[in-house]
């Protein structure tokens, strides 16, 4: 219901669609015609959002760390999104967020600005953001990072009036304009990792597993950079359905159908296929969702 076109074919919000329809006839072997009255739609502004986080760097010096992950604008229109990051078990203080100024990768104090309030600046529609999670000295842990639409977040399908860019309606797509990403954080792990997280989005806008709520799975595997073939599955869980184009890798959208891309889904199952690694740890972040009926 919510699956997402791809996002050079989609109209851009604001744009104006006018229908007027004519009739025709003849009268005393006269031609005559009328046209209606003039209908208007402004086609309105989706809101989605995709995180991938991509495993952690060291910083230039001192015990901290910088982690590394890209935000994606995947709704229609341009939108600012704010984040926030934590530590599932440490107390040992704050995880500021931080963005990639210089496009270089790598988090450099001198270049790479805090983000004012955990907001990023507005995202043309497709555009990813580099960002960093900094993080105090810890050795085993779970980060969770999360963000939302600047303009609102919700069930699928909930609206703002008016919010939209050109000022037409915005609406939530599949992803609720919310989207999450854990990742578990080791001082040195001796191999991959494979770790799943979940987010209900009820109807009403609650967190409640009700009927017709949708659940987003985020799985982040972490390769130590020596794997070959890996391949992530997962089974659509009992009384549920997949949420037809709802699978993502690395935030970027994979089609349902098994094809030239890596990955495939169906009512069964997800499969996908992660990149090849090029000899250093590096972390994929598949995501996809379910509706229950």
Request: aromatic share 4%; glycine share 10%.
């Given at each position: 219901?919510?699956?997402?076109?791809?996002?050079?074919?989609?109209?851009?919000?604001?744009?104006?669609?006018?229908?007027?329809?004519?009739?025709?006839?003849?009268?005393?072997?006269?031609?005559?015609?009328?046209?209606?009255?003039?209908?208007?739609l402004i086609v309105g502004e989706r809101l989605d959002?995709?995180?991938?986080?991509?495993?952690?760097?060291?910083?230039?010096?001192?015990?901290?760390?910088?982690?590394?992950?890209?935000?994606?604008?995947?709704?229609?229109?341009?939108?600012?999104?704010?984040?926030?990051?934590?530590?599932?078990?440490?107390?040992?203080?704050?995880?500021?967020?931080?963005?990639?100024?210089?496009?270089?990768?790598?988090?450099?104090?001198?270049?790479?600005?805090l983000l004012p309030d955990g907001q990023t600046p507005?995202?043309?529609?497709?555009?990813?953001?580099?960002?960093?999670?900094?993080?105090?000295?810890?050795?085993?842990?779970?980060?969770?990072?999360?963000?939302?639409?600047?303009?609102?977040?919700?069930?699928?399908?909930?609206?703002?009036?008016?919010?939209?860019?050109?000022?037409?309606?915005?609406?939530?797509?599949?992803?609720?304009?919310?989207?999450?990403?854990?990742?578990?954080?080791?001082?040195?792990?001796?191999?991959?990792?494979?770790?799943?997280?979940?987010?209900?989005?009820?109807?009403?806008?609650?967190?409640?597993?009700?009927?017709?709520?949708?659940?987003?799975?985020?799985?982040?595997?972490?390769?130590?950079?020596?794997?070959?073939?890996?391949?992530?599955?997962?089974?659509?869980?009992?009384?549920?359905?997949?949420?037809?184009?709802?699978?993502?890798?690395?935030?970027?959208?994979?089609?349902?159908?098994?094809?030239?891309?890596?990955?495939?889904?169906?009512?069964?199952?997800?499969?996908?296929?992660?990149?090849?690694?090029?000899?250093?740890?590096?972390?994929?972040?598949?995501?996809?969702?379910?509706?229950?009926?």
């Open positions: 219901m919510f699956a997402a076109a791809p996002l050079a074919a989609q109209t851009a919000p604001g744009t104006a669609i006018d229908n007027v329809a004519e009739a025709r006839w003849s009268m005393a072997a006269e031609p005559a015609a009328s046209r209606s009255n003039r209908n208007r959002v995709a995180l991938a986080p991509d495993g952690p760097l060291p910083a230039p010096s001192g015990p901290a760390r910088a982690v590394r992950f890209t935000l994606r604008n995947t709704g229609t229109g341009s939108e600012a999104f704010t984040l926030a990051a934590t530590l599932a078990r440490s107390a040992a203080g704050e995880v500021l967020l931080a963005a990639d100024g210089d496009g270089d990768g790598r988090y450099d104090p001198a270049r790479d600005a507005a995202l043309a529609t497709g555009t990813a953001l580099t960002l960093f999670a900094l993080l105090p000295a810890v050795d085993r842990d779970t980060l969770a990072i999360e963000a939302r639409a600047l303009t609102g977040s919700g069930a699928p399908g909930t609206v703002f009036p008016g919010a939209g860019d050109g000022g037409g309606d915005a609406v939530t797509g599949v992803t609720g304009a919310r989207a999450q990403a854990m990742l578990p954080l080791e001082s040195d792990p001796a191999g991959p990792t494979l770790v799943k997280s979940q987010a209900v989005r009820a109807l009403d806008g609650s967190e409640r597993a009700s009927a017709g709520a949708i659940v987003t799975y985020t799985l982040s595997a972490r390769l130590a950079g020596t794997e070959a073939d890996a391949i992530v599955t997962d089974p659509i869980p009992a009384g549920t359905r997949y949420l037809s184009g709802s699978l993502t890798l690395d935030g970027r959208p994979l089609s349902d159908a098994v094809d030239a891309d890596p990955g495939g889904a169906d009512d069964a199952r997800v499969t996908v296929r992660l990149p090849a690694p090029a000899g250093t740890p590096a972390t994929h972040t598949v995501q996809f969702a379910v509706q229950i009926p």
